[in-house]
């Protein structure tokens, strides 16, 4: 029973061993478990920190992306814009061009027509003029006195005539 009722001399030890284990304690495991858990608190907060930088970077970069995104889609347009302008230009001046040209060759063939037009009411003018001395010489010939028979001649030179 005596540790039941501990006198004062073990009362005493007891205290300065405890006090001694209390000072080792806070010089060999305290100090540097407070100074590990210190650092650790310390690098967690650091991760934190740089996550967080990171994720403003990234809507940063998200807010940059999209702004390209756009400058990209507004230059897209602008392009696509320019190009059908530049095709409708084109083909607007291509077509001047074949107007142009197609106005050159119809005012050409018509000069063509013309001129063998001409040739052609020259050529009957001709025609109907020897054939009008044919039909002279073969009614002067024949001394003719009748109307009908004079008709029935000129009917069959003019049936003969090839005309073209």
Do not use: H
């Amino acid at each position: 029973m005596e540790l039941v009722k501990p006198d004062i001399g073990l009362l005493f030890w007891m205290t300065i061993c405890f006090f001694i284990l209390l000072f080792m304690m806070r010089r060999f495991a305290w100090g540097p478990i407070l100074t590990a858990l210190n650092e650790r608190e310390k690098g967690i907060q650091d991760a934190l920190n740089s996550a967080e930088k990171a994720r403003e970077e990234i809507n940063s970069i998200k807010q940059n992306q999209d702004l390209l995104e756009k400058e990209a889609r507004a230059q897209r347009e602008a392009l696509i814009l320019e190009s059908k302008k530049f095709v409708e230009d084109y083909k607007s001046e291509q077509k001047k061009l074949v107007d142009i040209e197609m106005e050159k060759r119809l005012s050409s063939v018509q000069e063509t027509i013309q001129r063998e037009k001409q040739n052609a009411v020259e050529s009957i003018k001709k025609s109907v003029a020897v054939l009008s001395v044919d039909i002279a010489e073969k009614i002067l010939e024949k001394k003719l006195e009748e109307s009908s028979i004079q008709q029935d001649i000129i009917n069959k030179s003019l049936e003969n005539l090839d005309i073209k």
